[in-house]
């Protein structure tokens, strides 16, 4: 009897940890949120994607609205060709733009979308040519250090005197006199 127990137990932890596993896996291949709604396909363009990657949400308002479909590359404008899958029941203006955005400071990227207002709405193969794209920390910390040593070479620079030195020591103190009196 007392066998049969602990092996149910041992069965149910190897259960669990398969599961836990299954769990991991689905989470790092973002799949964990698989949908089976009706979508449609837009394009966006953009000239860095940064480590936007296949399957990463497309938000707008904080909601996620669709999935990155897939991402490419055009060889006529070396752009980033990024096609994202939008569930049916969101429409969104014609006129809207897309931006690339960090969920905090090193989180994964997704794609916000905002809205524009257009009376026609986005259907699937249309394109969406307002696009801002990803921030890249390196990029930012290489302007910053530039900017610091330009103003530190600025800085540095000989300035010309305010006004010239007295000729003798009691000048400065009878030119303040005279010119309190006038």
Request: proline share 4%; glycine share 10%; aromatic share 8%.
């Amino acid at each position: 009897m007392k066998k049969t127990a602990l092996d149910f137990w041992v069965g149910m932890f190897v259960v669990l940890g398969f599961v836990a596993l299954l769990f991991l896996a689905l989470k790092a291949g973002n799949m964990s949120s698989l949908s089976f709604q009706q979508t449609y396909a837009v394009k966006l363009k953009f000239d860095n994607i940064g480590g936007l990657k296949a399957r990463a949400p497309v938000k707008s308002a904080g909601v996620t609205v669709g999935r990155v479909g897939s991402i490419g590359f055009d060889e006529h404008t070396y752009q980033a060709v990024v096609t994202i899958d939008i569930d049916q029941q969101y429409k969104f203006p014609k006129d809207s733009s897309a931006k690339i955005l960090t969920s905090g400071l090193l989180g994964e990227q997704y794609i916000g979308l905002e809205p524009g207002g257009d009376d026609q709405m986005l259907k699937s193969g249309d394109t969406i040519s307002m696009t801002q794209s990803a921030v890249v920390l390196e990029n930012l910390i290489g302007q910053f250090l530039y900017n610091k040593a330009a103003d530190s070479g600025a800085s540095k620079a000989p300035s010309a005197p305010a006004a010239p030195a007295p000729a003798f020591p009691g000048a400065a103190s009878a030119m303040g006199a005279s010119g309190a009196a006038q």
